[in-house]
Nanobody, 121 residues
Framework: QVQLVESGGGLVQPGGSLRVSCAAS????????MGWYRQAPGLERDLVAV???????NYADSVKGRFTISRDNAKNTVYLQMNSLKPEDTAVYYCNAVVRTTTQLYDYEYWGQGTQVTVSS
C-alpha cells in the first residue's frame, strides 16, 4: 500500500505565501504523476497543478504565475509553493499520486488526507 502525508497548510494573509508538501511512502516501485487538487466548501475537487516524472508540469489557469509545483524524486515528495495568495485560494488541498507498487502490474491513484489552506486577513 501507499500512503500520502501532506503538511504545511495553515492560515495566511492575502498576498502572502505558503508551501505545502506531500510525502509518499510504502512499497513504491515508481511514481508517474504527482499533483495537488483543492476543494472549497460546496464545490467540486479541482486540479491545481500536476507534475510528471520527467519534470513537466501543468497548472490550473487560476494559479498560473502564482503557484509552482516541484518534486524530489529521491524523497518521493511533491511540493506546492503558493505565492500572492488570494481569499479564493481557500480550500482543502489534497495530494494525489499515480503509483506503481512493487506488487502491482498497473499504476493506481492514491490520495492524501488533505490539508487546510485559509487565506484571510
Amino acid at each position: 500500500q501507499v500512503q500520502l502525508v501532506e503538511s504545511g497548510g495553515g492560515l495566511v494573509q492575502p498576498g502572502g505565501s505558503l508551501r505545502v508538501s506531500c510525502a509518499a511512502s510504502g512499497s513504491i516501485f515508481s511514481i508517474n504523476r504527482m499533483g495537488w487538487y483543492r476543494q472549497a466548501p460546496g464545490l467540486e475537487r479541482d486540479l491545481v497543478a500536476v507534475i510528471f516524472s520527467g519534470g513537466s508540469a501543468n497548472y490550473a489557469d487560476s494559479v498560473k504565475g502564482r503557484f509552482t509545483i516541484s518534486r524530489d524524486n529521491a524523497k518521493n515528495t511533491v511540493y506546492l509553493q503558493m505565492n500572492s495568495l488570494k481569499p479564493e485560494d481557500t480550500a482543502v488541498y489534497y495530494c494525489n499520486a499515480v503509483v506503481r507498487t512493487t506488487t502491482q502490474l498497473y499504476d493506481y491513484e492514491y490520495w492524501g488526507q488533505g490539508t487546510q489552506v485559509t487565506v484571510s486577513s
